[in-house]
Structure formats: structure tokens, C-alpha cells
């Protein structure tokens, strides 16, 4: 079984900034690519960054510039910098991950965590 936590969410001012972490445990041989998606009230989830396992990192263009992701191999984490938010921004943030366990490879999601923007 494999879990992802997020971490980091909350309230922030526009013009503010925010970090988001999400770490996978379990019985993990190799974590692949690692991805932020995002889900706005009304809105489908979209994709807006991911990781590949040797640090390539691609954005979508609402992000670029503002937001970075990074992550940590030793841990099994992936952290999302963003800055600049704006109320648009307000969303449910989600980790994504591609895991591999001893026999099965498999796409895992975190619980998501609350980002609002708002003065």
C-alpha cells in the first residue's frame, strides 16, 4: 500500500506565497514522475507541474514563472513553491505520483489540501 501526504496549504493574501509538500510511503522500489494538479470550485482537475526522476521539470503556462517544483529522491517528497498567488489560484491542490512496489507499477494521489487567495 502506498500513501501520499500533502502538506502546506492555507490562506494566503494576493501577492503572497505558499509551499506545498507531499511525501509517499510504503513498500516503494522506485517513485517515477511526480506531479501537482489542481481543482478549482466548478472546475476540472488539471495538471499544472511535474518531475521527472532526474529533476526535468515542465509547467503549465498559468504557473510558469511563479510556481517550482522540486523534489527530494531520498525522501519520496515533491514540493510545490509558488508565489505571486493570485485569487485565482484558489483551488484544491493534489499530488500525483507513478510508484513501484516489488511487482505492480501504479498512479497514487494525495487527499488533496485547500489553497485559497483572498485579502
Known amino acids: 500500500q502506498v500513501q501520499l501526504v500533502e502538506s502546506g496549504g492555507g490562506l494566503v493574501q494576493p501577492g503572497g506565497s505558499l509551499r506545498l509538500s507531499c511525501a509517499a510511503s510504503?513498500?516503494?522500489?522506485?517513485?517515477?514522475?511526480m506531479s501537482w494538479y489542481r481543482q478549482a470550485p466548478g472546475q476540472h482537475r488539471e495538471l499544472i507541474a511535474n518531475?521527472?526522476?532526474?529533476?526535468?521539470?515542465t509547467y503549465d503556462n498559468s504557473v510558469r514563472g511563479r510556481f517550482s517544483i522540486s523534489r527530494d529522491n531520498a525522501k519520496n517528497e515533491v514540493n510545490l513553491d509558488m508565489k505571486s498567488l493570485q485569487p485565482e489560484d484558489t483551488a484544491i491542490y493534489y499530488c500525483?505520483?507513478?510508484?513501484?512496489?516489488?511487482?505492480?507499477?501504479?498512479?497514487?494521489w494525495g487527499q488533496g489540501t485547500q489553497v485559497t487567495v483572498s485579502s
Open positions: 518531475i521527472n526522476p532526474t529533476g526535468r521539470a
Open positions: 510504503g513498500r516503494i522500489v522506485r517513485v517515477g514522475d
Open positions: 500525483r505520483a507513478v510508484v513501484s512496489l516489488s511487482s505492480t507499477t501504479g498512479i497514487y
